[in-house]
């Protein structure tokens, strides 16, 4: 398939691998910051490739893993209202809150609604003219640009029973705190998807304050093999810097437009990320003109205090200085059949790959 | 008839006997039915009995490729056919939702009949239950089902003959099902030209029986997909299973719409497939064979039993690395049969 079949091409993919290869003698680890990029390397079993000196660690990429508990909790007690309808992706369905899921919450008879896209969300407010629509509105700089879209089309149309429950996030500050809390990374093979819409420029200072080279990578095996043999060359050659390795969909000024409609929909406040902690101007709240779709603000709600899972490490793994499997929990009490942590729960998460991805080598 | 199924066509009376001459005998049609009695009287034949049962709750009632009747009869056929049985008779249960369209119900049950005749097999007795709107979604169905098994093919089900050096062979493309019905639900962002793979395999399966020995396990990898069979398969088991991605037929569409929605095609159902395990002797005589009929003409040899790790399924992915395999956990796609 065009766009798939030639980046999972063996030839092309032996001719990297054995590129990478001949660097057997440097010692390196790098951090993707990406749930896709995770799943990925996972599925296709890409640390099997790379010599015993290079480390992959997973950061904080995936959505769902980072979004904290006093959120679900948040969204819990939305939907146990049971007069609004909860519209929300299917992955935040069974990520725990202190002491329930939505999943639970549906069982015991609230409207939660699995949706593809905001698209759809909208559509459940328009046929539902008498219901509160609730979307639940997470991701990176690759998905609100789209809720940004939905809000202003909710606004066009005045849905006045459409709002969002705001958990959206922005990469660079969360690279820039693990940078500057002494994570040891060599490299970062940085998310394709959010810099289809940031561009390259984003990552400049990391280079350049961290001493940290930034590789903009594709999700393919051949993408992901080529992303690291050019961090590889980047630490042999003592010149850290940002380079695109995605240049079939990330354009060096990333997609402007979007930028502008993000901007124009939301600002920055500091915001939790699970496993991080505050970080600064890391979260995107609905601006003051859109106040009447801040679920947020709007309803008002008792939301239990947040209790975090005994004995879930997925705060260190989310920040790469623990495996799954120092987890005590891992595979035991913790698997995808019931996940303790996020990191379990998701699709893209560390811990739900390792476990589904064992490696045979 | 009336246009909509209303709560006494289930209540024993005379409506609910009309349902059953206009409808259930009418296409059904066959002496055991038609007699009337409680329970159908079929003449005996020698060899093993295999009985089996499954219910079905798809989501959309019709989809490209079949519907819940052409799925319900053709699951139970397959589950007597994989087992190494030549299916004779089968029962049909329905659960109706009042206010259910007769029309509908009727397509449903014509689909069945002639299913079943194309698969040379009798639906000799059945149910109608119908309850209120709202409990329950539409129409529910549940077929069981009788087969013949001889003497010399009991190892099938069992897998006990299954030995390092076997080859695994799948009849066909991978995911199509899952992914057809899947993109007819209301709301799915994306139009596909999909056709679910849902067809009874008792004639393929009776071919590949029919001209040789030496198949030692066969299953349709239906819920949980190729990647949950073989993982029932190896489970307690002195061997293991290796499987090459690349060899793996799935086609572009279903690849496409597993990419952009996060699902992985060996986990993606199957009803129109089976997977075999058989002698190396034969792997190739098998698979020309499947080649020559309808329903295996894009059969592929996909993998092999293993000496060594016991009891688990290995990937060899298409970037040359390997992965273990485990069993579907959770719902990745719910009421798809």
């Known amino acids: 398939m065009k766009y798939i079949s030639e980046y999972r091409d063996r030839q092309v993919i032996d001719r990297l691998a054995g590129q990478i290869a001949s660097f057997r003698d440097t010692k390196a680890v790098f951090m993707e910051v990406c749930g896709t990029h995770t799943m990925s390397i996972h599925r296709f079993d890409i640390p099997s490739l790379l010599p015993a000196g290079l480390r992959l660690l997973s950061g904080p990429g995936c959505p769902v893993c980072v979004t904290p508990v006093g959120y679900m909790d948040h969204a819990i007690a939305l939907a146990r209202q049971g007069k609004h309808i909860i519209a929300t992706f299917g992955d935040l369905v069974r990520v725990p809150g202190s002491t329930s899921t939505l999943e639970k919450a549906r069982a015991e008879g609230a409207d939660v609604r699995t949706v593809y896209s905001i698209t759809e969300a909208l559509e459940l407010a328009r046929t539902h003219p008498g219901r509160k629509v609730i979307f639940l509105a997470i991701g990176f700089e690759t998905t609100a640009p789209a809720t940004a879209a939905g809000v202003l089309q909710a606004q066009k149309e005045q849905l006045r029973n459409f709002c969002i429950l705001s958990a959206h996030k922005v990469m660079p500050p969360a690279l820039e705190m693990l940078a500057s809390e002494g994570v040891k990374i060599d490299g970062y093979l940085c998310p394709g998807h959010v810099s289809v819409i940031t561009g390259e420029e984003i990552y400049r200072f990391i280079p350049r304050k961290y001493g940290v080279g930034c590789v903009i990578a594709g999700f393919e095996p051949a993408d992901i093999l080529l992303a690291i043999l050019l961090l590889l060359k980047q630490v042999t050659d003592g010149k850290p810097r940002v380079e695109n390795a995605y240049k079939r969909a990330v354009r060096k000024e990333g997609n402007p437009k979007a930028r502008e409609m993000m901007e124009s929909v939301f600002r920055p406040v500091d915001t939790e990320w699970r496993g991080l902690g505050m970080v600064k101007k890391s979260g995107l709240v609905l601006r003051e003109e859109f106040a009447s779709m801040d679920a947020a603000g709007q309803i008002r709600v008792m939301v239990e205090p947040p209790v975090e899972p005994q004995g879930c490490i997925c705060g260190q793994i989310l920040k790469g200085i623990a495996a799954p499997s120092d987890c005590p929990l891992f595979g035991k009490m913790c698997h995808p059949g019931n996940p303790v942590g996020a990191c379990m729960v998701s699709s893209e998460g560390t811990c739900q790959n390792a476990f589904k991805f064992q490696s045979d080598g | ?337």
């Open chain 2, 1 to 337: 008839m009336d246009e909509l199924i209303m709560m006494a066509h289930g209540s024993g009376g005379k409506k609910m006997h009309e349902l059953i001459r206009n409808l259930f005998v009418k296409y059904f049609r066959n002496p055991f039915l038609e007699s009337g009695g409680d329970a159908a009287v079929v003449p005996p034949e020698p060899g093993h009995i295999a009985f089996t049962t499954d219910s079905y709750v798809v989501d959309p009632l019709f989809f490209p490729g079949g519907d819940i009747g052409k799925l319900a009869v053709s699951g139970t056929i397959n589950d007597l056919a994989v087992s190494g049985a030549a299916p004779r008779y089968i029962s049909a249960g329905f659960i109706i939702e009042e206010g259910f369209p007769v029309k509908d119900l009727e397509s449903v049950v014509r689909s069945m009949a002639g299913t079943a005749k194309q698969a040379g097999v009798q639906i000799v007795a059945g149910d109608t239950k119908v309850v209120n709107k709202g409990k329950c979604d539409r129409l529910f169905v549940n077929t069981s089902g009788v087969g013949i098994i001889s003497e010399k093919h009991t190892h099938i089900a069992t897998a006990d003959h299954v030995k390092a050096g076997d080859q695994v062979i799948i009849s066909g493309y991978v995911g199509d099902h899952g992914m057809a019905v899947l993109s007819q639900r209301e709301g799915f962002p994306v139009k596909t030209g999909l056709k679910s793979d849902c067809t009874p395999l008792n004639d393929l399966i009776g071919k590949v029986l029919e001209r040789f020995d030496h198949v030692h396990f066969m299953r349709d990898p239906t819920r949980g997909g190729v990647a949950t069979a073989l993982c029932e398969l190896a489970e307690g088991r002195q061997f293991g299973v290796l499987i090459k991605e690349p060899a793996i037929p799935v086609r572009e569409e279903v690849m496409g719409l597993s990419e952009m929605f996060g699902f992985d095609p060996l986990y993606v159902p199957c009803e129109g497939r089976v997977l075999i395990v058989a002698d190396q002797s034969v792997s190739q005589g098998i698979l020309h064979t499947l080649h020559g009929h309808p329903d295996g003409e894009n059969a592929a040899v996909i993998g092999e039993i293993t000496t060594g790790n016991w009891g688990k399924v290995v990937l060899e992915t298409i970037a040359g690395g390997r992965r273990i395999i485990h069993m579907l956990t959770g719902e990745q796609l719910p009421r798809i049969c």
